[in-house]
């Protein structure tokens, strides 16, 4: 009974800790905010700024720093750019055509796996479908 009352301790005082140190404004500087809504309201996210941020050369960053920010942005975009659509992005299968990936498919013939030539088949669209089903579930508050 004693170590899971200690156990239960402990996550409560991470839980606790966690909530203290990544408070918004000890994450994000107060003046970030504004900056980027300016700079994008004025058409100046450019290769400059972008390539500041990716050489961690960006100022106003303290925790993260820029450059760790540049690449928790980069991972979500990629992230959403090329994950499975049943799961929100990449939507219509624009980042698999993108790069040529087939997506999923149930199978592939052995002329499939001989042939030297570009993959051409259509991504299997189930998934998409699947996730189109889900949308509409949750929108309509059926649950079916």
Not at 3 to 24: D, H, K, M, N, V
Not at 127 to 143: E, F
Request: with cysteine.
């Amino acid at each position: 009974m004693w170590p899971i009352i200690l156990c239960s301790i402990g996550a409560a005082a991470i839980i606790l800790e966690r909530f203290w140190t990544l408070q918004e404004k000890r994450v994000v500087p107060p003046e970030l905010t504004p900056k980027v809504r300016q700079l994008i309201e004025a058409n100046q996210i450019n290769d400059k700024v972008i390539a500041a941020l990716e050489q961690g050369k960006a100022s106003g960053f303290s925790l993260p720093t820029a450059q760790e920010f540049f690449n928790v942005v980069r991972t979500h975009t990629m992230e959403g750019m090329f994950a499975d659509p049943l799961y929100g992005g990449n939507r219509d299968f624009s980042g698999w055509r993108l790069v040529g990936f087939p997506g999923a498919q149930g199978n592939f013939t052995p002329v499939d796996l001989q042939n030297k030539q570009i993959f051409t088949r259509a991504p299997m669209t189930g998934l998409q479908a699947q996730a189109g089903l889900q949308a509409q579930v949750k929108t309509s508050g059926r649950t079916e």
